[in-house]
């Protein structure tokens, strides 16, 4: 079974940043971090491969967001700068089973980031 904590979320203003960590334990997977808005649905923001090698993103937070990992510490990063308020929701980090082109088979509880105008 994996278990997935997130942790780093919070407020901050516009132009701010932010880095959001996902402690991963139960075995070595492609990871993702997904965000859901009030009223929208849950969306892509960023993944990657089991070993680091491959990245993807959405086009919304390209050139933003970086994902990264330390698998010696089983936890995957999402570094966030010159957030927007439009970046305000619920993140959750996620573990693919079969890779990025997959979908996602467990997820974490969500750690909430707000930007403020």
């Known amino acids: 079974q994996v278990q997935l904590v997130e942790s780093g979320g919070g407020l901050v203003q516009a132009g701010g940043s932010l880095r959001l960590s996902c402690a991963a334990e139960?075995?070595?997977?492609?990871m993702g971090w997904f965000r859901q808005a009030p009223g929208k649905e849950r969306e892509f923001v960023a993944g990657?491969?089991?070993?680091?090698?491959?990245?993807r993103y959405a086009d919304s937070v390209k050139a933003r967001f970086t994902i990264s990992r330390d698998n010696a510490k089983n936890t995957v990063y999402l570094q966030m700068n010159s957030l927007k308020p439009e970046d305000t929701a619920v993140y959750y980090c996620?573990?693919?089973?079969?890779?990025?082109?997959?979908?996602?088979?467990?997820w974490g509880q969500g750690t909430q980031v707000t930007v403020s105008s």
């Open positions: 996620a573990a693919y089973s079969y890779g990025l082109d997959g979908v996602p088979d467990y």
């Open positions: 139960g075995g070595r997977y492609a």
């Open positions: 990657i491969s089991w070993n680091g090698v491959n990245t």
